[in-house]
Nanobody, 123 residues
């Protein structure tokens, strides 16, 4: 089975930056859609962005477009989420997730999940 471990969360002031990392292991399928989802207290889980590991451009939710960037380092089996210009409304538990095959990744079709890493943005 695929195992995902996130790291890099923390607390920052509004306007600051963080980079989240997701290390993957145990995968056997050729290509995956991998990405990030988040959940704030009292709210539904929502997609942040994803990328097809077989090649292609990343997709981003409108709420983070222009501020967040997804990248991958296949040699390190790691997915990154660079978060710039953070806002208090970005405060949430961030999860790395994956599914076999093509995107788009969402809370329903994701097959593999990390444990989550907390991001808190103060005003």
């Amino acid at each position: 089975q695929v195992h995902l471990v996130e790291s890099g969360g923390g607390s920052v002031q509004a306007g600051g930056s963080l980079r989240l990392s997701c290390r993957a292991s145990g995968y056997t399928y050729s290509s995956y859609c991998m990405g990030w989802l988040r959940q704030a207290p009292g709210k539904e889980r929502e997609g942040v962005g994803d990328i097809y590991t077989g090649g292609g451009s990343a997709y981003y939710a409108d709420s983070v477009k222009g501020r967040f960037t997804i990248s991958q380092d296949n040699a390190k089996n790691t997915l990154y989420l660079q978060m710039n210009s953070l806002k208090p409304e970005d405060t949430a538990m961030y999860y790395c997730a994956a599914k076999r095959g093509y995107c788009a990744l969402d809370p329903v079709n994701a097959e593999y999940w990390g444990q989550g890493t907390q991001v808190t943005v103060s005003s």
